[in-house]
């Protein structure tokens, strides 16, 4: 077997939580590869709404095996709170969830360095989510990190403190006040409950597994336009957020990957500071982030809306090889009167169709198409027959721009509010 992998193609928020729980049905192990509690991914079903942070999103399907690979970094305070918080709901978390001992912990000072650095970068912030996520793959690739393997090993403690000193320093170069005896407790109650689960030499078990025919989806979190190498730099998360880093992540090589299912929002959002060429600073922008409710699922803080754009997701599907789209939130474009879609950019005087490099200096200007909205309720229809004309030939449009088949559109938050369009597509 192949294991598929299931991505953001924009700048994060797209619906990924709700799209893996729609297809965890179909999968025996549900994987996460990259990021940490930076990501909030969120599910709703029967009235319950719920954030996952670190967990993957198959944790609610009771068959489902769930791992957190190598490449998530990990606070274990947060993690407690997510596994406390899915207690509560009745999920025994210790049944189905595995994780790597390579996965790297985020220290209470990693999240203090993540405050300062911002801090220190003033109107240049990155606008982090300041979870250490930062700093924590800085110590990953500095090769000074604490793994979960660690955790278990008689001199943890002297490694801690060892790091800590060290973390120590940075603070004090920042001049940023703190006090971590506030945030140790929490912290080292989550590294005891981290000992209470399964953990182990996860590329080993996704291997197997793989060999034994089981059927993995591999969940991304952040958006593609948020990678570490082809964002829009320095104004990116600190991982691997394409297909890529699923091989990375997970341990899987790169013949291993089947389907790439790329999720797409309706329109675009993005949180955080830097480019955004199709940005709405007026009503529109507004009325998009009410109707759609753009409010972080981790800080709360209000998304940024624009227009979709095609040129970057070009750019995204091209860098990641995706199969297939999914489309979420295509019921919040119903507030609008015209629709606009980016197809190109004005950069430099010259028309193009790609993302260039200095894209993050705001150096290109959008090219639009409009279209007609629908102005028409989607949440309660069950059948793709029944979307309005118009959602169709937005749909359509957007499939010979990007020449990808759009195979489900999400038209609600909501578990059972979307729609397969493998009828419409296999009709041609
Ligand atoms: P993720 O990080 O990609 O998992 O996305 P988030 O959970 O951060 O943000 C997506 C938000 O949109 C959540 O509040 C979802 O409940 C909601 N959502 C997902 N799909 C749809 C949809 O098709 N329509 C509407 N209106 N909301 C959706
Ligand atoms: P999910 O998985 C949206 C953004 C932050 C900031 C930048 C760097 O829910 O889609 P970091 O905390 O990683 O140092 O922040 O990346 N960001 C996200 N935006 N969704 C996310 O995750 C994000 N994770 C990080 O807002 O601009
Ligand atoms: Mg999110």
Redesign the pocket.
């Known amino acids: 077997m192949k294991a598929d992998v299931l991505l ?1 193609l924009q700048w ?8 893996v729980d729609v297809l965890t049905p179909q999968y025996d192990v549900i994987a996460r590869f990259q990021g940490g509690p930076n ?6 079903f029967n009235g319950i ?1 719920h ?1 996952l942070h670190t967990i993957p ?1 198959g944790i609610f399907r009771p068959d489902a095996i769930n791992i957190i690979g190598n490449g998530v970094v990990i606070d274990p305070g947060i993690f407690k709170k997510e596994v406390d918080s899915l207690k509560a709901r009745g999920v025994d978390v210790h049944k189905n969830l595995i994780i790597s001992e390579r996965a790297h912990l985020i220290l209470p000072t990693h999240r203090l360095i993540d405050a300062a650095s911002e801090a220190s970068k003033g109107k240049n912030k990155i606008g982090s989510t300041l979870k250490g996520i930062g700093p924590t793959y800085m110590d990953k690739t500095g090769r000074n990190g604490l793994r979960i393997g660690d955790i278990d090993s008689p001199d943890f403690k002297e490694k801690y403190l060892a790091l800590v000193n060290k973390h120590a320093q940075l603070l004090k170069f920042h001049q940023y006040e703190y006090n971590l005896q506030e945030l140790e407790p929490t912290w080292f109650e989550g590294i005891e409950l981290l000992k209470t689960f399964q953990r182990t030499n996860t590329e080993y078990l996704l291997n197997q597994y793989l060999a034994q025919g089981k059927t993995v989806l591999a969940e991304g ?1 952040q ?1 593609s336009l948020l990678d570490i190498e082809f964002g829009s730099y320095p104004f990116v998360t600190s991982s691997n957020t394409l297909c890529s880093g699923a091989c990375i992540g997970l341990g899987l090589p790169p013949s291993k990957i089947g389907n790439v299912y790329g ?1 797409v929002k309706a329109y675009s959002t993005r949180v955080g500071s830097g480019p955004f060429p199709t940005e709405l600073l007026n009503e529109t922008g507004e009325l998009l982030r009410k109707a ?2 753009e409010f ?3 800080t709360g803080r209000p998304r940024r809306c624009g227009w979709l754009d095609l040129p970057s997701l070009r750019y995204t599907i091209m860098l990641s090889g995706v199969t297939e789209i999914i489309m ?5 474009l119903n507030v609008i009167d015209t629709i606009k879609i980016c197809t190109h950019y004005k950069h430099k005087g010259k028309t193009i169709d790609y993302v260039p490099y200095d894209v993050a200096d705001n150096t290109v200007e959008p090219v639009y198409v409009e279209m007609k909205s629908w102005k028409k309720d989607l ?1 309660k229809l069950s059948n793709i027959e029944d979307i309005p004309l118009e959602l169709n030939n937005y749909i359509k449009f957007i499939e010979k721009e990007l020449k990808i088949p759009i195979t489900f559109v ?4 909501d578990r059972t ?2 729609l397969n369009r493998t009828s419409v597509l296999q009709a041609g």
């Not at 979420?328 to 919040?332: F, G, I, L, P, S």
């Open positions: 953001g994060g928020d797209e619906g990924k939580g709700k799209v990501a909030g991914h969120t599910l709703e709404k954030v999103s979190a958006g999720i759609g409710n972080g699922s981790t979420t939130k295509a019921d919040v949440t999400s038209v609600g938050p509010q979307i």
